[in-house]
C-alpha cells in the first residue's frame, strides 16, 4: 500500500492545489471533520466551511474550504470546493477589513436574514485569519 494519497482541490474558478500528501483531514457539512489515509475507504460527501490540512514530508499545511462535495478513494482525495485558497493567496488586509465590515454589519442587523448573512461572512473572514496565522481568528 501506497504511503501517500493524491490530495486535489479545485474551485468552479481554478485548481488550488494538487499533490501527493500524507495524510488529509477537512470539515463536512454535517458530520464534523473527516480524516483520510491511504487506503481509505471509497465516499462521497458534503463538505462544510473551515479549514483543511493535509501532512506533506512531515509538515502541516493548510487550505480553507467553502462548500462543495469530497470523493475519496483509497488512493486520492478531490474536494470539489464553491471557494478554497491555500494561505499564500490569503490577502491578511483584505480579510481583516471583511472581518470588521461583518462585525459591523452583525451590529446593525435588523432581521434573522441579516444576522445570519453577517454571521456568515464573520465566520469567513475569520476562516481565512485562522488559516493564515492572523490571531483575530484564533479562538474561532
Request: proline share 5%; glycine share 8%.
Given at each position: 500500500?501506497?504511503?501517500?494519497?493524491?490530495?486535489?482541490?479545485?474551485?468552479p474558478?481554478?485548481?488550488?492545489?494538487?499533490?501527493?500528501?500524507?495524510?488529509?483531514?477537512?470539515?463536512?457539512?454535517?458530520?464534523?471533520?473527516?480524516?483520510?489515509?491511504?487506503?481509505?475507504?471509497?465516499?462521497?460527501?458534503?463538505?462544510?466551511?473551515?479549514?483543511?490540512?493535509?501532512?506533506?514530508?512531515?509538515?502541516?499545511?493548510?487550505?480553507?474550504?467553502?462548500?462543495?462535495?469530497?470523493?475519496v478513494?483509497?488512493?486520492?482525495?478531490?474536494?470539489?470546493?464553491?471557494?478554497?485558497?491555500?494561505?499564500?493567496?490569503?490577502?491578511?488586509?483584505?480579510?481583516?477589513?471583511?472581518?470588521?465590515?461583518?462585525?459591523?454589519?452583525?451590529k446593525?442587523?435588523?432581521?434573522?436574514?441579516?444576522?445570519?448573512?453577517?454571521?456568515?461572512?464573520?465566520?469567513?473572514?475569520?476562516?481565512?485569519?485562522?488559516?493564515?496565522?492572523?490571531?483575530?481568528?484564533?479562538?474561532?
Amino acid at each position: 500500500m501506497s504511503q501517500t494519497i493524491k490530495l486535489e482541490v479545485v474551485t468552479p474558478e481554478r485548481p488550488v492545489f494538487s499533490a501527493e500528501v500524507a495524510e488529509v483531514q477537512f470539515p463536512t457539512a454535517a458530520r464534523g471533520y473527516y480524516g483520510i489515509l491511504p487506503g481509505h475507504t471509497p465516499l462521497m460527501t458534503e463538505v462544510g466551511d473551515g479549514l483543511l490540512y493535509y501532512i506533506q514530508e512531515g509538515q502541516k499545511h493548510w487550505l480553507t474550504v467553502f462548500g462543495g462535495f469530497a470523493e475519496v478513494g483509497p488512493d486520492r482525495v478531490t474536494i470539489l470546493a464553491r471557494e478554497s485558497e491555500t494561505v499564500d493567496m490569503i490577502d491578511l488586509e483584505r480579510a481583516e477589513a471583511s472581518r470588521q465590515r461583518a462585525l459591523k454589519l452583525l451590529k446593525d442587523a435588523q432581521t434573522e436574514h441579516d444576522m445570519a448573512n453577517a454571521q456568515a461572512k464573520l465566520d469567513a473572514s475569520l476562516i481565512r485569519l485562522q488559516a493564515a496565522g492572523h490571531p483575530a481568528g484564533h479562538g474561532f
